[in-house]
């Protein structure tokens, strides 16, 4: 079973569709009303997995989603997908020229071009989700639907057009979260997360990354938050290339441990293709290793020197 | 003329009110759509400045604001306020128990608890706006809108209840943006905002955050955003404690911008009270301006070897 930010029809079942696609074991999609409760069914155990957004290029980052992967008991990310944010408008069968057209603010924000140019008469209205909108659609108050592609699979609606977004490049990169486990194997082409609480000493962060940067690890995503409840303490959201079972990823989150005890692991698992974020790592080093052999040798000539065995 | 991220009624209007009543400048307020129209009516100087939302702690950062500070004409920020993020419920006078509650989405979400204590048998109902709610409510449309205390000023309603929020510690940071011109004198208590621009060369940030942390300057937000359109480059918000005018913080900058030359100053000017973050170098150094003395000192002290006076 697998958990999913509801309701039915909107990007995140669709990117749970994605996950569930890939892995036979989550054939069965539960919606949560929100992201933390599809993160509490994970950790209790009463769904394998939980789906949630993370971050999307045009509204930022999710705090909801932020905030509920650092409180509570641990979840990790194994698997991560990002999909191109390009709605569906639909309407019902045989229906004429729409008057209404229905959508989550959000969503209306990211199509007003498309309607001013497609259907200059029609007034939007704003509903609670792209997929409440279609619900609507159905029941006759409005004409037309800016929805998920995935919210056909739900209501038997016609599609007026598909494809539709203003910002031609807009995506959202969704996680898919266990309870701690054995890992995803390396690919050579892994993100790895983790969440870092420091006191906000000056140069603090500096430290943090300058541990990064003297193992060679490519970083591809930072935000600062401050720590609910408690002042004077940062939560710094990392993403980096790599996986925490390559030696010098690893030897990097022991460093970041070291200076804060806080530190919180968020999974190591490949990244989605398209990416959603420029990465140099990536294509400097296509291993996706950062000098994974240095680190090796170096561990090797401290365990000779430690036997004698070298100098 | 102060330009503000409309419609009429919502809490940025607040936020311009307060930038009004600190400059009697500022006492004609002028809505408009969208952030980039706001700002573009700033650059154009059609009004002197523009107050928009920069950061929510709920929902996040505005990336609208973040994208439009970085492209086109520059921009500083002279000012800030922060909000708390607490509703008024209106209702028509004299109307009875409210059947329908309507706001948009973001504000229904953060008084959803309170709702369901207050009026359980209400049906929530999504508009575009805060203000666009009060509104509907006048018509007759709904019976309770969930809007910024500001709005009871636009529309004759009734105030139902105040101080209404299930976060009691939500807080929003708006800017008052100008075209360049001479920076706000600096209180001792100030904030400078920049963006890099920076190709993701492993170790890029992480040197950018050294001169910060070398000069002991204090961080108070940093958030990385991908470049559009220019992949393998990034943008790096960062807010730090102190003002450009003090030595130790126009030292830091110069060498952000000998790092990056993409490197965009977005301002210095006073720290709202209460605080958004817990800021440590505000505590440790009351003066603001990090070890101000010593970069006067060493440069003095560099001006004299020079001329053969010291050594």
Redesign the interface.
Same mark, same amino acid.
């Given at each position: 079973m697998l958990a999913y930010f509801g309701p039915q029809g909107t990007f995140t079942e669709q990117a749970a569709r994605a996950f569930s696609a890939a892995d036979p074991a989550h054939d069965d999609l539960v919606p949560f009303d929100t992201v933390p409760a599809a993160l509490a069914a994970a950790r209790r155990g009463e769904v394998d997995a939980a789906c949630v957004p993370v971050e999307n #290029? &045009?509204? =930022?980052? &999710?705090?909801a989603t932020m905030d509920a992967l650092t409180e509570g008991d641990p979840l990790v990310a194994v698997a991560e997908t990002v999909l191109d944010v390009r709605f569906s408008v639909l309407v019902r069968p045989g229906a004429g020229e729409p008057k209404t057209i229905a959508s989550? *603010?959000h969503a209306?924000a990211q199509v007003r071009h498309w309607i001013a140019e497609n259907l200059p008469t029609a007034t939007?209205v704003? /509903? /609670?989700s792209t997929a409440a909108a279609a619900r609507a659609v159905l029941a006759g108050e409005f004409d037309a639907a800016v929805s998920a592609p995935v919210a056909v699979r739900h209501y038997p609606l016609e599609v007026l057009a598909t494809d539709v977004a203003d910002v031609r %490049?807009a995506k959202t990169r969704f996680l898919l979260l266990r309870r701690p486990g054995p890992l995803p194997r390396p690919t050579g082409h892994d993100r790895t997360s983790v969440v870092v609480t420091a @006191? %906000?000493?000056? =140069?603090a962060? #500096? %430290?943090l990354? $300058?541990e990064?940067?003297l193992r060679?690890?490519?970083? /591809?995503?930072?935000? #600062?938050? *401050? @720590?609910?409840g408690r002042? =004077?303490?940062?939560r710094?959201y990392i993403d980096l290339d790599g996986h925490a079972a390559e030696p010098g990823v690893g030897d990097a989150l022991a460093a970041l441990r070291r200076h804060c005890p806080d530190t919180r692991f968020l999974g190591s698992y490949p990244k989605a293709e398209p990416v959603?974020?420029?990465?140099? =790592?990536a294509? $400097?080093e296509p291993g996706g290793s *950062?000098a994974a052999d240095e680190f090796v040798a170096a561990a090797e000539w401290v365990a000779s020197l430690r036997e004698g065995l070298g100098a």
């Open positions: #290029s &045009v509204e =930022g980052a &999710v705090p989550h *603010p209306l939007a704003a /509903t /609670t %490049d @006191t %906000d000493r000056i =140069g962060l #500096s %430290d990354l $300058a990064l940067a060679r690890i490519n970083l /591809t995503r930072i935000e #600062s938050r *401050p @720590t609910k002042l =004077g303490e940062y710094f959603l974020r420029a990465e140099a =790592g294509r $400097a *950062p």
